[in-house]
């Protein structure tokens, strides 16, 4: 007889929501690979690479130990969708580039420590892929922490290694605007065509320390830059499919092709405008409708952009375009693993920082759902494994090796 772990009692305990949410939605679930996909779910220790909760957490008064109605991420939500481990991204608007940003990333950083400290019980940090499989073992959330826009670094490769100490494990190399760094994919125009050469000596001290590149968000000759120049894999933390919806903030299958080749990850964005290319048609042609009533909340909230963000996302859940079907973030993932193997891919949600998802992934206790769409799509539970937090802790490893091994040739 199975003895389920409590885990998977949790993951019991919210089938009838969840299958109740997806009859409502048209859809029917399948009880019996359904219990098939908890129990496999339960084995798995299942990673997200990106949310943007430290943002959400600094903008409300909220405890991660008890279940909110405020944002997509808690601890008492990570148990119930069975997600083991999540980096919390100490996100910086480039807005800040010019502003001390080292003291924002910073007061991001002491709140997630914060939020641990308080819950002592519930979650702790991870520092390394061991500290993830003990805090698995434990039955609490792994909490990790990355860094999205690497201008709190401030030019200055002490503050980079000081960052490490303080727990960061990867750095989005920049955000929506060029930085010091490297150029945007959703810059007007290049800066540095690419990597700066500031940014060409961060990296290679990031292989040296052991921190994870993150090329989501920057441009596509950034990232051809970093693949030629790092000598450990690199990561998409949260990046999605152009070949399937055509946006600049996605991977084309060539740069897919190199991430693999370099042994790295696309962490597959749950975000509808980056996974399906008529909702974001719908929302361009809705933002573009809302643009009075945004900027009268920019004029409002004008020294306060988390809050700006908060209301614009309340505008666009009541005005803005139906989520897609949680279909479509499953074809990303075939896509990839079509395209170079099942070995690149996982999941990167940007939960807290974009505002719409799919069908059933309004929130981290959705996660089972991806578990089930795999199954019913034939993979393997090996794979499916990989598929949930496998492949990225291959790569964290692989950069801790590289790190190793940098550091003893000299």
Known sequence: MKVYTKKAIWLFSIFLLISSFILQAGDKIDPILWKKALKLHDEAIVIDTHSDTPMALLAEEMDMGKKNNKGEVDFIRMKEGGLDAMFWAAFVSNSNDEKQPSRVALDLIDEIYQQVDRNPNLARIALSPTDIYEIHKEGKRAILIGMENGSPIENSLRFLRDFYRLGVRYITLTHNSNNAICDSSTADKPKWNGLSPFGIEMVKEMNRIGMIVDISHVSDK?????????????????????????????????????????????????????????????????????????????????????????????????????????????????????????????????????????????????????????????????????????????????????????????
Request: proline residues 4%.
């Open 222 to 410: 950034t990232f051809w830059d970093v693949i030629q120049l790092s000598r450990a894999p690199v990561m998409a933390s949260h990046s999605c499919v152009r070949a399937i919806c055509d946006v600049p903030r996605n991977m084309t299958d060539e740069m897919i092709r190199a991430l693999a080749q370099k042994g790295g990850v696309i962490q597959i964005n749950f975000y509808s405008s980056f996974l399906d290319s008529q909702y974001n048609k719908k929302f361009e042609e809705t933002r573009k409708a809302l643009e009075p009533e945004i900027n009268k909340l920019r004029e409002t909230y004008k020294n306060d952009r988390s809050a700006v963000w908060r209301e614009m996302s309340k505008l666009f859940k009541e005005k803005g375009p139906s989520a897609p079907p949680i279909e479509t973030l499953i074809d990303h993932i075939d896509h990839v693993v079509k395209l170079v193997g099942v070995d690149y891919v996982g999941l990167g949600s940007d939960f807290d920082g974009a505002g719409s998802f799919p069908i059933g992934l309004e929130d981290v206790s959705g996660y089972p759902l991806i578990t089930y769409h795999l199954l019913k799509r034939g993979y393997k539970e090996a794979d499916i494994k990989k598929i949930l937090g496998g492949n990225f802790l291959r790569v964290f490893n692989s950069v801790i090796q590289v790190s190793k091994e940098m550091t003893s040739a000299k």
